[in-house]
């Protein structure tokens, strides 16, 4: 069975930072693309932060320079460093495994974690 268990969401103050964990169980985590996603109150959910088996990284524009997404493939964990965390970063943020072969796609869903950035 798979899951994918987030960790780390809480209340912060405009300007502060926060570390998202989310590990992952019943996949070969090493294989697959991991990214976070964040929905709004209101709005569709969007990509934040993805990173590739090989390490590579893309980021939304809205989040370069402040969000920096890693992997421990020991640890079958994937993280996000939240910084100068704005109030429009608020959202519940969910943890996403994502594996395409020739023959399907594997996409997987954590529950989701709550960030609220406000004073």
């Known amino acids: 069975q798979v899951q994918l268990v987030e960790s780390g969401g809480g209340l912060v103050q405009p300007g502060g930072s926060l570390r998202l964990s989310c590990v992952a169980t019943?996949?070969?985590?090493?294989?697959?693309?991991m990214g976070w996603y964040r929905q709004a109150p209101g709005k569709q959910r969007e990509l934040v932060a993805a990173i590739t088996s090989g390490g590579v990284t893309n980021y939304a524009d809205s989040v370069k320079g402040r969000f920096t997404i890693s992997r421990d493939n020991a640890k079958n964990t994937v993280y996000l460093q939240m910084n100068s965390l704005k109030p429009e970063d608020t959202a519940v943020f969910y943890c996403?495994?994502?594996?395409?072969?020739?023959?399907?796609?594997?996409?997987?869903w954590g529950q989701g974690t709550q960030v609220t950035v406000s004073s």
């Open positions: 019943g996949i070969r985590f090493r294989i697959y693309t």
């Open positions: 996403n495994a994502k594996l395409d072969t020739n023959f399907r796609q594997y996409d997987y």
